[in-house]
Nanobody, 121 residues
Framework: QVQLVESGGGLVQAGGSLRLSCAASGNFVSINSMGWFRQAPGKQRELVAKITTARNTDYADSVKGRFTISRDNVKNTVYLQMNSMKLEDTAVYYC???????????????WGQGTQVTVSS
């Protein structure tokens, strides 16, 4: 079992920055892909960014050039640096990982509890 604990959310003014972090803990063999999803009121949950073990990245078009995802494989932590934030970035952000819990087991999806990010004018 993998537990994901998110931190760094909060209130920020438009044009400002926030840095989210998500630390994985518990019993697992390996952490593979990690990423961030978000869900705004009335909207479907969408992928914001993801990063592989090899540090290949993928971003939603709406955040390219503004957000940067990174990871620390020693700390089992993924980060999301959010710059030049816009009102439409307001959402609950969820940390995600695709991990192998034990040897011989298939990879499974794990989710954080979500953290609120609010951008004000």
């Amino acid at each position: 079992q993998v537990q994901l604990v998110e931190s760094g959310g909060g209130l920020v003014q438009a044009g400002g920055s926030l840095r989210l972090s998500c630390a994985a803990s518990g019993n697992f063999v390996s952490i593979n892909s990690m990423g961030w999803f978000r869900q705004a009121p009335g909207k479907q949950r969408e992928l914001v960014a993801k990063i592989t073990t090899a540090r290949n990245t993928d971003y939603a078009d709406s955040v390219k050039g503004r957000f940067t995802i990174s990871r620390d494989n020693v700390k089992n932590t993924v980060y999301l640096q959010m710059n030049s934030m816009k009102l439409e970035d307001t959402a609950v952000y969820y940390c995600y990982t695709y991990a192998r819990p034990t040897w011989g087991a298939s990879r499974q999806e794990y989710w954080g509890q979500g953290t609120q990010v609010t951008v004000s004018s």
